[in-house]
Nanobody, 124 residues
Framework: QVQLVESGGGLVQAGGSLRLSCAAS????????MGWFRQAPGKEREFVAA????????YYADSVKGRFTISRENAKTTVYLQMNSLKPEDTAVYYC?????????????????WGQGTQVTVSS
């Protein structure tokens, strides 16, 4: 069993930055691929970024490439999402998720564990 707790969301002006954190409890954190997803009001949940347990494989949605950076510290069982040059269309609830084994990290359906989400609001 893995529990995930996100933090770091908030209100920021367009062009600003936020850093989301996701603290994981449970064993074998490095065995899990970790992903960030987001869901805006009235829209489906969408993939944002993902990182394999070894950090060798990193993926981004086209909409965030060059602006967002995912990273992880296995010793601290924490994954991060650094978000720069934020836009109003980045406004959403951001969710952290864990997938054992790390295959198909861009597909939300494979993730076994999810956090409760943290709200990110970008004002224009």
């Amino acid at each position: 069993q893995v529990q995930l707790v996100e933090s770091g969301g908030g209100l920021v002006q367009a062009g600003g930055s936020l850093r989301l954190s996701c603290a994981a409890s449970g064993r074998s954190f490095s065995s899990y691929g970790m992903g960030w997803f987001r869901q805006a009001p009235g829209k489906e949940r969408e993939f944002v970024a993902a990182i394999s347990g070894s950090r060798n494989n990193i993926y981004y949605a086209d909409s965030v490439k060059g602006r967002f950076t995912i990273s992880r510290e296995n010793a601290k069982t924490t994954v991060y999402l650094q978000m720069n040059s934020l836009k109003p269309e980045d406004t959403a609830v951001y969710y952290c998720a864990a997938l054992y084994g790390g295959l198909r990290l861009t597909d939300s359906h494979g993730y076994q564990y999810w956090g409760q989400g943290t709200q990110v609001t970008v004002s224009s």
